[in-house]
């Protein structure tokens, strides 16, 4: 991580993205459809820089190295689990498994969110189909 801290009005301003969930002095959190489509733009050969720049975050702001370290931790866990690697999970997950009985409705619950993300993430391949089918079209 950086060393440079984000100042309040620069907190204040990187609040105000909708690519952002929180904001401290020393880290951002985007949201996981920004880094959806992060990875889907950088699959496509767009620059990191050039990704937050279209999504309204400024790299002089953020920072280079921030956004560079933020590129490779997304990539690499895109490659180990897919979509699911992107999401934060931070507030679902203790850290330790659950050893109690599930109740019906919630493995209800957690199998219809399961299948919510796998139409997402069914949706986010066919929009990437369909790109890639248009540029060879291009070409």
Not at 24 to 39: G, L, M, Q
Not at 59 to 72: A, H, V
Not at 81 to 103: C, F, H, I, M, Y
Not at 112 to 126: F, P, S, T
Request: net charge positive.
């Amino acid at each position: 991580m950086t060393k440079r801290l984000l100042t309040k009005k620069e907190q204040e301003l990187l609040k105000r993205n909708p690519n952002v969930t929180t904001v401290s002095e020393k880290a951002i959190t985007y949201t996981d459809e920004f880094k959806r489509h992060f990875i889907a733009q950088n699959e496509q050969g767009k620059l990191p820089r050039d990704i937050f720049e279209e999504a309204g975050l400024d790299p002089d702001c953020i920072g280079l190295e921030r956004i560079r370290s933020s590129g490779k931790r997304w990539r690499a866990s895109y490659r180990e689990a897919g979509v699911e690697g992107l999401q934060d999970t931070r507030k679902t997950n203790s850290g330790r498994p659950s050893e109690r009985e599930l109740t019906l409705e919630q493995k209800i619950e957690r199998l219809e969110a399961k299948n919510q993300l796998l139409r997402a993430e069914n949706e986010l391949l066919k929009k990437l189909d369909l790109l890639e089918r248009q540029m060879l079209k291009k070409k």
